[in-house]
């Protein structure tokens, strides 16, 4: 009879295994303010581009009585969206697709020449992150003192000061929910109603839907929205190459780095690197650029500020941290020269895909038509055999009209002799060419009888092909269909 093996008593580092928790709790970043080029550059980018949100609903664009006067404007309940002088339809989403091709190509080859400068400056999680950052700043003091106050106990400054930083990230928030309604709906119109009680539910509903989102992205999340939530760091590593410009610590200057004076006669000679972490403690991600290129750097440069700032005060030259390639540093620490080389094979490929979506999208603008034409034919019956032996097919015709008046349409039939149009239940006469008018930036919808005989029917229809033809501006368009007769599947 087997007898049972005793149970193995666990290690004591398996022990210490089995009790660390499976997730680490958020260690929470506390960036100090630092200044100098990279912050003012910033700090100017922010300027612009808050500024460019905030006002760009309220500049005004005349298109005539009775149109939208705002200059971009998303109008879903009449399906237009407005850019200055340029107007989409529900029809033109082709247009989308090619300004999300043109923005990932251009995205892609300024990664490849300099970086996640995207992420650093002009993302608007940065920009909102940065500006609330900025409050929190003004009112609860730098780094130190804001650590300080967090680990300190419970007290009238700490209270105060905490639901301040609040308030006034909820107004910033709230601004951003209300300005992004404005892109929907006409900015005076929808001001004036939101503020008496008059505006809609899904106005009320938006603006508070992006004012939590604000608040908690850029207040509450920061840095966890980049490393965690973003795809783009996952992409960047294809995007990159040593021959980009990112931000890097030169180790071959700094190291081995310690604290104390630099000494030439010492025994042992330290880098330039005093190891005091500016550079960690102003990164937004809390990250320290001496390890290398990391997933959670965003390219912003803040620490070349803070670097620059320590080499001044120890006397050492300044860009121990700096803007450049992999490959010159590594020549640099080889002692040899490395030129730059933004002329390679991605970013040829790049901007040679740039250029052919960027031709292909202005063609498309300066040819695009101001008419549209679609066809179907009626499901049941597919066909009607008349008095005098013809036959009858019936059609939707919808006819587009994209400019600002109204216009009468010449719509006339290839591919079948003989053939006679009418409007179904206005006029029985048949015509060859039929006149529809079509009302400003409108579809017209018509049924459409088509009378005749097919000369050779295959299976049981007969190709055609319906032209409309604008009779003031002499512009065209055509829509194939088909002409259905007995013979076929239908006829049996």
Known sequence: MSRLAKPRKPSAGEEKMSEAPLYADRVRVYPRAVHGPARTFKWAVLVI??????????????RGPGR????????????????????????????????????AVSLFLVTSLAGRVWCGYAC???????????????????????????????SFDKAWRKVAKHAVWLGVAFWTGGAWIMYY???????????????????????????????????????????????????????????????TYQGWRGEPRGHGKRD???????GDCVDCRACVNVCPTGIDIRDGVQLECINCGLCVDACNEIMVRTGQPKWLITWDTLARQ?????????????????????????????TVMGVALATRAHIELSVQHDRAPLFVKVRDGALRNGYTVKI??????AADFALSLQGLEAAGMAVAEENDARMPILTLT?????????????????????????????????????????????????GGRAGR
């Open 264 to 270: 030439a006669a010492a025994e042992k000679k330290l």
């Open 330 to 358: 590594k020549a640099r620490a080889e002692g040899r020269r490395e030129p730059i080389r933004l002329l390679r094979a991605r970013t040829v490929i790049y901007v040679a895909a740039l250029l052919l979506a960027g």
């Open 185 to 247: 709906a006409d900015a005076p119109t929808v001001t004036r109603a939101f503020w008496t009680g008059q505006a809609s539910s899904a106005v009320y509903g938006f603006a508070f839907l992006f004012t939590a989102t604000t608040y908690v992205l850029a207040g509450w999340a920061r840095e966890q929205v980049c490393t965690y939530m973003c795809p783009w760091p996952r992409f960047q590593a294809a995007m990159l190459d040593e021959q980009s410009f990112i931000v």
């Open 49 to 62: 581009c808050l500024a460019v949100y905030y006002a760009l609903p309220w500049i005004r664009w005349d």
């Open 400 to 405: 587009v009209n994209k400019t600002h008046e």
């Open 68 to 103: 939208a006067s705002q200059a971009v404007l998303l109008d879903l309940q009449n399906e237009r969206f407005y850019f200055f002088n340029l107007e989409f339809w529900p029809q033109d989403i082709y247009y989308l697709t090619g300004a999300l091709i043109l923005g």
């Open 438 to 486: 079509a009302e400003a930036d409108s579809v017209g919808t018509f049924r459409v009888l088509v009378f005749g005989q097919p000369a050779r029917l295959v299976d049981g229809s007969q190709d055609i092909t319906f032209t409309l033809r604008n009779a003031a501006t002499g512009e065209q368009t055509s829509y194939r269909s088909v002409f259905m007769g007995p």
């Open 124 to 154: 608007p999680q940065t920009v909102w992150t940065d500006l609330f950052m900025w409050v929190e700043q003004r009112i609860e003091g730098d780094r130190n003192a804001r650590m300080r106050r967090d680990q300190g106990p419970a």
